[in-house]
């Protein structure tokens, strides 16, 4: 195991795929928090302030990623926003870099791929 690189706050409603990133991702060394709606998300953020955030854009029951990803823009500018969704379009990808995400990604992705793309967003 190498020396933590980098603090990522998965904020994904499907349990498995999140414990699954945030077990490959720790394996790395990272540390990670897991919150299964953006509300939650939001106030990890409270106490803990990652390197990265991979943001679902489905989240139930409240707001969604947009409107999580705004938030998060209001209040910390400096951490890089991965958004992610299993349905996603062109209009989708051009309002989430348009809010302020460095990476739009659809699901199924492979977690080796998500690791390079948290480690070009945050190290580069």
Do not use: H, W
Request: hydrophobic fraction near 45%.
């Amino acid at each position: 195991m190498t020396q933590s690189v980098l603090s990522v706050l998965i904020i994904e409603d499907e349990p498995v795929l999140a414990r699954n990133i945030g077990t490959y991702l720790r394996r790395f060394g990272y540390e990670v928090r897991i919150a299964s709606s953006a509300e939650a998300g939001l106030s990890e953020l409270e106490t803990f302030k990652p390197d990265a955030i991979l943001l679902d854009f489905n989240l139930p029951p409240g707001m969604n990623g947009l409107e999580a990803l705004a938030k998060i823009r209001a209040i910390y500018r400096q951490i890089k926003v991965i958004m992610m969704t299993a349905y996603g379009n062109d209009d989708l990808a051009e309002k989430a870099i348009r809010g302020g995400a460095c990476q739009f990604v659809t699901k199924p992705i492979s977690v080796g791929k998500l690791r390079q793309m948290l480690e070009e967003a945050v190290l580069n």
